[in-house]
């Protein structure tokens, strides 16, 4: 196990507030022995290693990888999306970050933002991005105005200083791509088409969906 891996377990046990006990318990093993998959001197086996996964609602490329959920960026990738837009509805931003995280998986089987998404009833969304979106908006970095009973995210005059240092320019590029193809249409729309997914259908209701099954989809559908 490499160190990248045993670092990814430990800081998402801390983020999660876990104690070494917990976790050890979750994955049937013993503290000292989930100590030693910490310190990167014991492997997971295949078993303990889907079911840390689950715990902590990533994929098994993602863990493998060492790649953890970067909140920080995700934000930047919400500031991109709302810089091309006068304002977004909830819903459709949430599907357009869906879209740029697992397309940019396609070509480097690795997330834009690292971050695990759930099967909910209006498609697939990021864990976080409820609880970002509501402290970008305590911080003044949006605005959240209702519509027609629909929410519109817009960006404000803080938010649009902030600096999008995290998001390269290839990535920049492909949001850009994404936000011409889906501009004009409705939040039905993105809505319907990531319902019929491969990633959304085969997974469980409330439940992970994997980036794995995405390379099995058309990028051109998406960008």
């Not at 404000?156 to 320019?169: F, H, I, K, M, S």
């Amino acid at each position: 196990m490499s160190t990248k891996y045993a670092s990814l377990v430990k800081a998402l046990r801390l983020e999660r507030e876990l104690s070494q006990a917990e976790v050890a318990e979750k994955l049937s093993l013993s503290r000292q022995s989930y100590m030693a998959v910490e310190r990167g001197s014991r492997e997971l086996t295949l078993e303990e290693a889907e079911r840390l996964c689950r715990l902590f609602g990533i994929t098994m490329s993602a863990l493998e990888g060492g790649q953890a959920p970067n909140y920080e960026k995700y934000k930047q990738m919400i500031h991109a999306f709302l810089r091309l837009n006068k304002h977004l509805t909830k819903t459709k931003l949430a599907k357009l970050l869906y879209l740029a995280d697992f397309s940019w998986y396609y070509t480097h089987l690795k997330s834009m933002s690292g971050m695990p998404y759930r099967k909910i009833q209006y498609g697939p969304v990021a864990d976080a991005y409820f609880g970002l979106i509501d402290q970008m908006a305590d911080n003044g970095e949006i605005s959240i105005d209702l519509k027609d009973e629909a929410m519109l995210i817009s960006e404000t005059r803080t938010g649009a200083r902030t600096e999008l240092y995290q998001v390269n320019a290839k990535e920049r590029e492909l949001i850009e791509k994404i936000d011409a193809k889906w501009k004009n249409k409705k939040t039905t729309d993105i809505v319907g088409f990531t319902h019929k997914q491969l990633p959304y259908l085969f997974a469980e209701e409330n439940g992970i969906v994997s980036y794995e099954i995405f390379t099995q989809e058309d990028p051109s559908d998406i960008y």
